[in-house]
């Protein structure tokens, strides 16, 4: 018999269009499938090249298929390192370089400084603390309740206390170093943890209670009749973003008594606001430009506003330029992550799975201030029904503080915490019936029609759910596959396989209704090229693409003729957060108004040249045709701009049909939902806890897709990081001091290219979206990062084939080695048996 760690050796990661075994799709499949995402794929002869949707432009007739989509924009600049961050912009004559003072204390009375020691330290020109702050000491996104520079009370360790400005990077790291040493302070009590700050009533917002039921009382009424009840509780823990480009800002006086600010954020007009208020300046004062992130996740929506207070802070102040690069480790230890949530349910159900009375509580924790919290909670409450009719259900929410990292936004923004936990619950009255669990999901799917309103009452009306998961269930092969892991398990003592499949229902729009807004600017040079201008930021995920497509496609123009530039307050004001995948819904929408704008104004100048309706007016390949004329489009331009045509535009865009209630928790916060499927296979060591990935389906709706290869990108990425958080990204915090323990890449593990499983097939759903959103296109940033709920749930599957499925495994998330073995143990217990 081959030893567990043989068959468990790790295959190598192979990209999805080069494996042998994973050729092109038959020519049969190409209309149903909409597989063109499958990068390198070649539609057979003609036919449109799947997945390549029609993007737009004057001459566009319905149904026609655009050309193959183009690249990321910024791809070539990735691969040979050219391509800029925040830390790459040239320094200025006399930069100088902060680092934070942390506290050592997870709670305290902070009792004084010794200022004198640290400006004692070699080559250290200013030591800043929360008194030489000119107005505002908060950088609290909602509520103002999170100080830039510790001021009386010490509330985690991490928390910044003083800034030290120094000639280098490296002077100023050391002498901040020396924190524990100059800081004097009074330790008190701590809560460290959600579940007791839940027991002491501890919370940074009030309580949130959402029920719904079929009439008054109902939902006592049906949990008591249930044919089946089941309780329990579920631990999840957070997940640092670990973005490659830690946080970093450079703040630089300008004339005037002004601020320019390069900075590392999600948000750059939040940043502009946070310095404004911390300086008592108007905002025109200061302006914030962010050309890419380094990847964000969440992390930098909020949380990089503290570290561009702190470089402006002192760039004022001391009339420099200041730039603040975080160590990795200090990165760790002063941001926060995505909130760790515990869990409490009782369900009532039929003999088929149905889920009859539903009560559940989700505590998040918030560490020590409310953050985003509230909005992330929100979402959580919104997202437990995930793809599932409740007639009658109670969510009960809180959000614990603590003394730890104030937790942020993080891919998901708290819809992945709901939904899963009943994912979970169904998981557990499957095993509890016996059936197979995609059956009793089945049982509970939305409705068409009927049986389709979520619990804050906002119809599913473009449900597709059902028909996705069959075509998943088939191209996957998901009943010859679950007979065969049974076969295995049942002679395999030691490696057990388990496999999964798991829906999504995730709702796109910002949780704030007034957020849903975006701006752009778009200019023709004379010589026909395009540059345009939008609030939304790169971090990576080809947002810059995506407009830059739509523009073009708008004005009949190759690609390459349109560059977008660094988001700017100074250019577009008033923007929102490259968040809650709104990114190319929001500003690709007000590119193209501004586009369109331009189009039309080209068109009927064109029209009163040389002829024709301003409306036959026909812009396609760089060329104008007008009339019986065809011209290029920089002539066309060039005539405009001697004609005194106005070539520049504006755009703005606003979602509409939102609604929402914070109170009553009732409305239509969402704009559409995104929809998608799994089916994962694993194999789990029994003796070991260890695990390996076999085989991965992927089927996801990103409506009628903008880009298919970045569409794809995106949804295996956010699969593969969303694995990490649920099975490998374990946080812990020393139970007595309150440290952060992993708050490095020696102790805090993420998935790597080898932990992708060797058949990982993905493919996006043919469903342009019901919605008039841009192209018919949908979000694809957050919600296939639920669809890894199928890995953790094949996890459970193979630990229950432990105890031949008919003990429920008590498995917490991340499913590490140890929480695996946990798990089995505890199945072994209960069904009474050794170890083999």
Known sequence: MNKPHDLLARSPAIPNFARQDNPPWPEAEWPALHEGARVGATPPPGRPKAGCAPLGGSDREAGAWGPSTPPHESAHLHVSGQATYTD????????????????????????????????????VVAVFTAADIPATNDCGPVVH???????????????????????????????????????QAEALPAVLTAREAHAQGQYVLPPMHLTRETAPGELERAMACAPHRLQGSLSVGGQEQFYLEGQVAYAMPTENSGLRVLCSTQHPSEMQHVVAHMLGWMQHQVQVECRRMGGGFGGKESQSAQFACCAALAAHLLQKPVKLRLDRDDDFLITGRRHGFEYDYAVGFDDDGRILAYEVTLIANAGHSADLSGAVLTRAICHVDNAYWLPNV??????????????????????????????FVLDSIARKLGHDALQVRRANFYGIG??????????????????????????????????????????????????ALTPVKFGISFNV?????????????????????????????????????????????????????ATDTHKVANTSATAASTGADLNGMAALDAARTLRQRLAAFAAEQHGGRTESVRFSSGMVHAGNTTLPFAALVQQAYLARVQLWSDGFYTTPDLHWDAKTLTGHPFYYFAYGAAVSEVLVDTLTGEWRLLRADLLHDAGRSLNPAIDIGQVEGAFIQGMGWLTMEELVWHPKTGVLLTHAPSTY?????????????????????????????????????LLPFSVLLAIRDAISAVGDHCIDPPLRAPATPEAILDAIEAVRIQRGSAAP
Not at 89 to 118: N, V, W, Y
Not at 397 to 412: D, E, I, L, M, P
């Open 88 to 123: 790459d912009a040239p320094e200025l004559h006399g930069t100088l370089h902060a680092a934070l003072g942390l506290s050592s204390l997870a709670h305290g009375k902070l009792l004084g400084i010794d200022l004198a020691r640290l400006r004692a330290q070699p080559g």
């Open 145 to 183: 309740d999170d100080p830039i520079l510790a001021d009386g009370t010490l509330r985690f360790v991490g928390q910044p206390v003083f800034l030290v400005v120094a000639t280098t990077q490296t002077l100023a790291r050391r002498a901040a170093a020396l924190a524990r040493e100059v800081i």
């Open 394 to 423: 109670a969510i009960h929410g809180f959000v614990a503080k603590t003394n730890t990292q104030s937790n942020t936004a993080f891919r998901g923004f708290g819809g992945p915490q709901g939904a899963l936990v009943t994912e």
């Open 450 to 499: 009927r049986n389709n309103h979520t619990p804050y009452g906002q119809g599913v009306i473009d449900n597709v759910i059902s028909p996705l998961v069959d075509q998943l269930v088939q191209s996957a092969d998901y009943a010859a596959r679950r007979t065969a892991i049974t076969r295995f398990n049942a002679h395999s003592p030691v490696l057990k396989k388990g496999l």
């Open 513 to 565: 209704v007034h957020l849903n807004q975006a701006g752009a600017l778009v200019h023709i040079y004379t010589d026909g090229s395009v540059l345009v201008n939008h609030g939304g930021t790169e971090m990576g995920q080809g947002l810059n693409t995506k407009v830059a497509q739509v523009v073009a496609e708008e004005l009949g123009l190759d690609f390459a003729a349109v560059r977008c530039t």
């Open 749 to 785: 593990k993420i998935p790597t290219a080898n932990d992708s499983p060797p058949s990982f097939h993905t493919a996006l759903f043919d469903n342009p979206n019901a919605q008039p959103t841009l192209h018919r296109s949908k979000a694809v940033g957050e919600p296939p990062l």
